[in-house]
């Protein structure tokens, strides 16, 4: 069975700053995704940044980078130029397939909150 | 504009009642899943359905039921079965063509039982 791990429940930064978030994960499989989501106290859970498991270059989206270390089975998110609106739950997320012809399911982390302060 | 619609937002639920969440798409995605969120923890998968009429068990599928009738809706029922129903329910849906492989949420359900 696969298994995230964040490690970090509480984390906080000043705005501006620059933060990251821990995530392991433990699997068998060779041909996996990872994600990272967030969710504002709205709960609606906002895809952040995504990373296939066959890619060595990290993904980038803005300010959200990752950092994937394959062999290590490490995912961690860094935030740079911290802003007010990143305040939020952010929950790791790791992809494999299902038990169903082409279809995929996602394992999640318990999330980190992250508190931007001003 | 394209995207997942759950509704109701907020649900109460008399002890022994069933309820039906609904969820709907306008994506055209194949794959479409519900998940339960307590406090404290991450999602937990309930049920997935890849194809029209067909669907698997997720984690937690006991006392929930589920049906798949057409591509675009993916109604959840809470049963009487489940012991503890309260929680936040999120609706998910995917497309495996392509560079797809993301799955996208709703905007989510409270279910309270009163």
């Known amino acids: 069975a696969q298994t995230v791990t964040q490690s970090q429940p509480e984390m906080s930064v000043q705005e501006a700053e620059t933060v990251t978030l821990s995530c392991t994960y433990d699997t068998s499989e060779s041909n996996y995704y990872l994600f990272w989501y967030k969710q504002p106290p709205s709960r609606q859970m906002i895809l952040v940044i995504r990373q296939e498991a066959y890619k060595q270059q990290n993904a980038t989206e803005n300010r959200f980078s990752v950092n994937f270390q394959k062999a290590a089975k490490s995912f961690s998110l860094k935030i740079s130029d911290s802003q007010l609106g990143d305040t939020a739950m952010y929950f790791c997320?790791?992809?494999?397939?299902?038990?169903?012809?082409?279809?995929?399911?996602?394992?999640f982390g318990k999330g980190t909150k992250l508190s931007v302060i001003p | 504009d394209g995207g997942i619609t759950q509704s109701p937002k907020y649900l109460f639920r008399k002890e022994g009642q069933n309820v039906t969440l609904s969820c709907e798409q306008n994506?055209?995605?194949?794959?479409m899943y519900w998940y339960r969120q307590d406090p404290g923890q991450g999602l937990r998968l309930i049920y997935y359905s890849q194809i029209v009429n067909d669907f698997q068990k997720g984690d937690i599928a006991e006392g929930y039921s589920v049906s798949r009738e057409k591509k675009e809706s993916f109604p959840l029922t809470v049963t009487s079965a489940q012991k503890n129903p309260t929680a936040f329910y999120l609706c998910a849906s995917s497309t495996n063509r392509g560079s797809g492989n993301t799955i996208y949420f709703g905007e989510g359900s409270w279910l309270t039982v009163v």
């Open positions: 994506l055209n995605h194949d794959a």
């Open positions: 997320a790791f992809m494999t397939r299902g038990s169903g012809a082409g279809s995929y399911q996602l394992t």
